[in-house]
């Protein structure tokens, strides 16, 4: 607990799973995040030996955070806690709530480390990202482990799947509502990943009564 039972690390480790971001991309993604708790988390969890650091000779100076294995052995966890809040703590969003499914995909990892039956490359598409723009994760899985990038695929994926940000968060309620999804390529393949996002029958609160979901 004395490593990751603070309100941000298992967060930054969520948001790094994708890949190596600079000090700004990590306060862009982390909302609520003040740049003194940022620069201490990073630079304690450096220490930890849980990221590493590398800087750059550019100008202005460039800095990535990248995790450790130390860190990627705790992918699996964040998908169980992810499983535990959508089974047991899943809310509708409210209508001024900003939704970053880029946090949820970047989960997807965690969720996927046991199911060895899936093979291929999938790519997701938020036609409603940031600001407006169109936002691409691409998903490769293989032998019972996935890999998670941020932006458009260089090939041709075998499978895509397109939607704005009402018709994903349709398809990753418990209702499970895909209809507002298009799907490209293997259908199958398609399916079977949504399959393992979204998880078999289980206890889910009111919505009514339910706390919202966190987005962050």
């Given at each position: 607990m004395d490593l990751v039972g603070d309100k941000w690390t298992l967060l930054i480790v969520r948001d790094l799973v994708?890949?190596?971001r600079r000090f700004v991309e990590l306060q862009r993604v982390l909302p609520g995040i003040s740049t003194e708790q940022l620069r201490s988390r990073l630079n304690r969890m450096v220490?930890?030996?849980?990221?590493?650091?590398?800087?750059?000779?550019?100008?202005?100076?460039?800095?990535?955070?990248?995790?450790?294995?130390?860190?990627?052995a705790l992918v699996p966890i964040l998908g169980e806690l992810a499983r535990w809040g959508y089974e047991w703590a899943w809310g509708a969003p409210r209508p001024s709530e900003a939704i970053d499914l880029g946090a949820i995909f970047r989960l997807i990892p965690g969720l996927v480390h046991a199911d060895r039956t899936l093979t291929g490359s999938?790519?997701?598409?938020?036609?409603?990202?940031?600001?407006?723009?169109?936002?691409?994760?691409v998903v490769e899985?293989?032998?019972?482990?996935?890999?998670?990038?941020e932006g458009a695929s260089g090939e041709q994926a075998n499978a895509s799947?397109?939607?704005?940000?009402?018709?994903?968060?349709?398809?990753?309620?418990?209702?499970?509502?895909?209809?507002?999804?298009?799907?490209?390529?293997?259908?199958?393949?398609?399916?079977?990943?949504?399959?393992?996002?979204?998880?078999?029958?289980?206890?889910?609160?009111?919505?009514?009564s339910a706390p919202v979901a966190a987005t962050a």
């Open positions: 994708s890949g190596p220490a930890d030996g849980m990221l590493t650091r590398k800087r750059y000779r550019e100008v202005p100076p460039r800095v990535d955070y990248e995790l450790t294995e130390r860190a990627r999938v790519e997701l598409v938020v036609s409603d990202g940031r600001d407006g723009a169109p936002m691409s994760y899985l293989a032998g019972g482990e996935a890999a998670l990038r799947l397109h939607g704005d940000t009402d018709a994903w968060i349709s398809a990753l309620s418990p209702r499970g509502d895909r209809g507002a999804l298009t799907r490209g390529g293997n259908r199958g393949l398609a399916d079977a990943l949504l399959d393992v996002l979204i998880p078999g029958p289980g206890r889910v609160l009111d919505t009514e």
